[in-house]
């Protein structure tokens, strides 16, 4: 439950941004930002890591949240902050939501499927 809110956290303002020509509301700005980009994808991966403890999802599978956070979204993540000098109050990139959006949707598959 807590994954599926992430994913939409990070995925429905992204639609929003991009759906119209009216500039995106103050609201909409704040959680599509760095800080609330990385942060909802933590909150993912904290997710799947007591899913894990719990066994609720197999150890590959946790292996495969892990994987995905270390090899995809985090380089990304370290790009996107060094590319606005470490300011975390930027809007993320649409490509950068997206993978914070993959991520979370994975934690949720896991977290619906008994393992």
Do not use: W
């Amino acid at each position: 439950m807590f994954a599926a809110l992430c994913a939409l956290f990070v995925a429905a303002p992204i639609a929003t941004l991009f759906t119209g020509c009216a500039a995106p509301s103050a609201r909409v700005v704040q959680v599509q930002t760095l800080k609330a980009v990385g942060q909802s994808t933590e909150s993912a991966v904290s997710l799947s890591a007591q899913l894990y403890r719990d066994a609720k999802i197999t150890p590959a599978q946790a292996r495969q949240v892990m994987d995905f956070y270390d090899q995809k979204f985090q380089p990304a993540y370290r790009v996107a902050v060094v590319a606005v000098n470490s300011n975390l109050d930027s809007i993320a990139s649409p490509d950068l939501a997206n993978l914070a959006a993959q991520l979370s949707a994975l934690v949720v598959q896991f977290q619906n499927h008994t393992p």
